[in-house]
């Protein structure tokens, strides 16, 4: 298309946000309101027990009791919901707040505990930071520390998928401040370019740690981006679980059918600090907060259940079912931190498929030297070499 007018354009409308309930759980978009009972109770519980969870392990890192945490508070429809619409063999690269996705796929509250006190029945075997979990059985990718190293390995397991002709998907999950790391645009661009069979999912939580989103960019969220790579794109309100639910359905559909990728802005907001290493108090205001409580994913599923006589919600029954969960989080704990730590040479194994000769001389200089040095080291909390 070509014009004789010398017009510089920007952004001139803003892309919505797609809603089905409002804040008090009224029905604003019947055409959607069709998720079953069943998965909408499903969902809400397992809302609830992601908040208990976390709260309990929050304040387990606060007392010494495991060395680090990240809660997924204010942001628990962005996962559970998401799972929740995905197929369960599809393979999610998480950032690092998605244990929601795990909770729905069955990852035990005993397993989320191993992983937390770096245990010996921990996956990873303690060589991993807390709530880097992951599950091969789940198709969870292990939470990867660095910013965005999932987005292009998403892309790229979407492409095998595509190539496979399989009726499955790769999901990226990711937040609006990897959207300014140089990962997220190569990873997007070979989507979009190679038709790849994956979703994008971007929490859009307002802060990259301490970073406000208007800070890291004038356009209108991320979903512009995306449109700019040529990818289907929609953007939602995070903290509405049936609108997180038929978004993620719906462009799961397309994808598989069109072998084209798909993108969803999540409009949500992080209740907590960034991670225990952060104290948010000291760059957002309490009147923020406050004002971001009322939109609650959880307080606004649940109102929309008992309008529609679709659960018996009130306090005493809430209290009930959130008491059951800390409870069962309170004892895995427990549990789990009594459970000896991995053996030290767990260092060196697994770094390749077998052991090379140099890890395996430096395996035996350090059996030699706790031999000799034993009584220097506190090892009886350790699984023995």
Known sequence: ???????????????????????????????????????????????????????????????????????ALGEQACTVAVAAALNDIDLIYPQYREHGCLIWRGFTIDEFAHQCASNSRDPAKGRQMP???????????????????????????????????????AVAFFGEGASSEGDFHSGMNFAATLGCQTLFLCRNNKYAISTPSDEQFKGDGVASKSQGYGMLTIRCDGNDAIAVYQAVKNAREYIVKNKKPAFIEFMTYR?????????SILYR?????????????????????????????????????????????????KSAIEEKKPGIHELFNDVYDRQTDNLEEQTKQLREHLDKYQGKYNLKNFEQL
Request: charged content about 30%.
């Open 1 to 71: 298309i070509y014009t004789s007018k010398l017009n510089f354009d920007s952004v001139s409308e803003k892309i919505p946000t797609f809603r089905v309930i409002e804040l008090k759980g009224k029905v604003i978009a019947k055409k959607y309101d069709n998720t079953d009972t069943a998965t909408l109770n499903k969902i809400y519980e397992k809302m609830v027990q992601l908040e208990e969870m976390d709260m309990i392990l929050l304040q387990a890192q606060r007392q010494g009791r495991i060395s680090f945490y990240m809660t």
């Open 271 to 279: 209740q907590g600090d960034h991670s225990t290493s952060d104290h």
């Open 131 to 169: 709530v880097h979990y992951t599950s091969s059985k789940l198709n969870f990718v292990c939470v990867s520390s660095p910013l965005t190293t999932q987005v292009p390995q998403a892309s790229g397991a979407g492409y095998t998928f595509k190539l496979q002709e399989l009726d499955r998907i």
């Open 285 to 333: 205001e309490e009147e923020e907060l406050k004002s971001w409580a009322q939109n609650n994913p959880i307080t606004r599923l649940g109102l929309y259940l008992k309008k529609k006589k679709y659960r018996e919600i009130d306090e005493e029954s809430d209290k009930e079912l959130r008491k059951k969960y800390r409870q069962e989080t309170i004892k895995a704990l």
